[in-house]
């Protein structure tokens, strides 16, 4: 507890809910952390300086998380846990830019189901949903189409919504339409994708040989031994970017 910043409070007669505030709050001078979240407020907390305790707010559009913790400043989304339950509210307007309901959070595309906006103190930047999947406003990622609402089936799939369709020049990538959302499906090992029957068949075709390249890592348990095992990599083929961005971030 802060005696000190209650005294005070209590000496210059401010209003009640001051004095209730400074009661429940724990002094941050005496925290280990020298961090503590404020009582009522999720996007404001309390830290130390000096022997002081000092109100600051989470960056616009997050909300206190803990020391070291959240995306930048102890401070995180709010819809990443439970940071702000009732009776603790958001107290800070949201202040918007373009694409951006509040300087920092992740938000819809205004006219694509397939992309969004993250805002970084108010910058935007266009994010794209891979692998046939749609922005999810609720979950705030990527997601299946069905567990989408309000966005259409994937106009990849017009034509049949049960057909399969080829994947760019891809020679074992295609999309698979189910009931009009399209899958991103792989030709077992040594197919490949025909673009006239669209299907996978035994090569080679007009437009792909025999495979040459080892298998993605996600095959290779699959795969038979004996099967030629050529030092050459498949990376230079179309990649999804899943795997890379995942491999990026542990560094
Ligand atoms: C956010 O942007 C404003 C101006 O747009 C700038 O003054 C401020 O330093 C930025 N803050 C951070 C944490 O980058």
Same mark, same amino acid.
């Given at each position: 507890? !802060?005696?000190?910043?209650?005294?005070?409070?209590?000496?210059?007669?401010?209003?009640?809910?001051?004095?209730?505030?400074?009661?429940?709050?724990?002094?941050?001078?005496?925290?280990?952390?020298?961090?503590?979240?404020?009582?009522?407020?999720?996007?404001?907390? /309390?830290?130390?300086? !000096?022997?002081?305790?000092?109100?600051?707010?989470?960056?616009? +559009?997050?909300?206190?998380? %803990?020391?070291?913790?959240?995306?930048?400043? &102890?401070?995180?989304?709010? @819809?990443? !846990?439970?940071?702000?339950?009732?009776?603790?509210?958001?107290?800070?307007?949201?202040?918007?830019?373009?694409?951006?309901? /509040?300087?920092?959070?992740?938000?819809?595309?205004?006219?694509?189901?397939?992309?969004? /906006?993250?805002? @970084?103190? +108010?910058?935007?930047?266009?994010?794209?949903?891979?692998? &046939?999947?749609?922005?999810?406003?609720?979950?705030?990622?990527?997601? /299946?189409?069905?567990?989408?609402?309000?966005?259409?089936?994937?106009?990849?799939?017009?034509?049949?919504?049960? &057909?399969?369709?080829?994947?760019?020049?891809?020679?074992?990538?295609? @999309?698979?339409?189910?009931?009009?959302?399209?899958?991103?499906?792989?030709?077992?090992?040594?197919?490949?994708?025909?673009?006239?029957?669209?299907?996978?068949?035994?090569?080679?075709?007009?437009?792909?040989?025999?495979?040459?390249?080892?298998?993605?890592?996600?095959?290779?348990?699959?795969?038979?031994?004996?099967?030629?095992?050529?030092?050459?990599? !498949?990376?230079?083929?179309?990649?999804?970017?899943? &795997?890379? %961005?995942?491999?990026?971030?542990?560094?």
């Amino acid at each position: 507890m !802060s005696v000190e910043r209650c005294r005070v409070s209590l000496i210059a007669l401010v209003a009640s809910l001051a004095i209730a505030s400074c009661a429940q709050v724990e002094d941050p001078c005496k925290t280990k952390s020298r961090v503590v979240a404020d009582d009522k407020y999720c996007d404001k907390y /309390w830290e130390c300086d !000096s022997g002081q305790a000092v109100q600051y707010d989470c960056p616009n +559009g997050l909300v206190f998380a %803990g020391k070291h913790r959240g995306v930048t400043e &102890g401070c995180d989304y709010p @819809w990443r !846990s439970n940071y702000c339950e009732y009776p603790k509210v958001q107290i800070n307007p949201p202040i918007g830019t373009e694409h951006c309901d /509040w300087l920092y959070g992740i938000f819809g595309h205004e006219t694509s189901c397939t992309r969004y /906006w993250t805002c @970084w103190n +108010g910058t935007a930047t266009e994010q794209l949903c891979i692998g &046939g999947l749609l922005y999810n406003e609720n979950a705030h990622s990527c997601d /299946w189409p069905e567990n989408v609402d309000g966005c259409q089936k994937h106009p990849l799939c017009n034509e049949d919504p049960n &057909g399969n369709v080829p994947l760019g020049k891809s020679c074992n990538r295609y @999309w698979q339409c189910q009931g009009g959302y399209p899958r991103l499906q792989r030709c077992p090992a040594m197919l490949v994708f025909d673009r006239r029957s669209l299907r996978c068949v035994v090569p080679p075709t007009e437009e792909c040989d025999v495979p040459t390249t080892t298998p993605q890592p996600q095959e290779e348990e699959d795969v038979k031994q004996g099967q030629q095992n050529s030092k050459r990599t !498949s990376n230079n083929e179309y990649q999804d970017g899943q &795997g890379q %961005g995942r491999q990026r971030n542990r560094n």
